[in-house]
T-cell receptor, first 111, second 118 residues
């Protein structure tokens, strides 16, 4: 079983729509969680960290469900510029800085 | 945010050639840098953890004699793909964490190097 699993999509949504997707992780001892964004043929860039209480950054809302071991990302009022692959990233052991990546969920926002 | 550079951004080489990729943290010091590889439509796979002043730690299945890593200073790590073959063609990305580190400390990624071995 993969350490981090994501629905690859693609999620094709019109501008202004809300889109949400999850990722599941297998290691219950995982301690920190992130969403990264990766544009085509580019490096990943941090979108937001995901805290236990959930957190919001503008149009982006992230939630963590430890009991069910999943993380979600919700994008409101989608923009064309939100089209990208969103990577779910999990740190499974403290103090060693290793990150485990999901394969990504592709979102395409159309005009 | 923090800046990490990689050089070169593109490499096309013949089979059997060795290729050296540099990763630099430009505005912070990093005792630890990471090297990843990403094949099309797949997730980033950690290859090795590069530690300044000591030997790199390789992930299972990664040949340390084929992928030579040197972390000579707090701002520079190099990955050398020795005797590259077509199956080594991939997107190689490095990342670095600032010295302070921490559980929630993020990694900053370089722009990646696309390697094509003919």
């Amino acid at each position: 079983r993969k350490e981090v699993e994501q629905d690859p999509g693609p999620f094709n949504v019109p501008e202004g729509a809300t889109v949400a997707f999850n990722c599941t992780y297998s290691n219950s001892a995982s301690q920190s969680f992130f969403w990264y964004r990766q544009d085509c043929r580019k490096e990943p860039k941090l979108l937001m960290s995901v805290y236990s209480s959930g957190n919001e950054d503008g149009r982006f809302t992230a939630q963590l469900n430890r009991a069910s071991q999943y993380i979600s990302l919700l994008i409101r009022d989608s923009k064309l510029s939100d089209s990208a692959t969103y990577l779910c990233v999990v740190r499974t052991r403290s103090n060693d800085y290793k990150l485990s990546f999901g394969a990504g969920t592709t979102v395409t926002v159309r005009a | 945010g923090a800046v990490v550079s990689q050089h070169p951004s593109w490499v096309i080489c013949k089979s059997g050639t060795s290729v050296k990729i540099e990763c630099r943290s430009l505005d912070f010091q990093a005792t630890t840098m990471f090297w990843y590889r990403q094949f099309p439509k797949q997730s980033l796979m950690l290859m090795a953890t590069s530690n300044e002043g000591s030997k790199a730690t390789y992930e299972q299945g990664v040949e340390k004699d084929k992928f030579l890593i040197n972390h000579a200073s707090l701002t520079l790590s190099t990955l050398t793909v020795t005797s590259a073959h077509p199956e080594d063609s991939s997107f190689y990305i490095c990342s670095a964490s600032p010295l302070a580190g921490g559980l929630w400390e993020t990694q900053y990624f370089g722009p990646g190097t696309r390697l094509l071995v003919l």
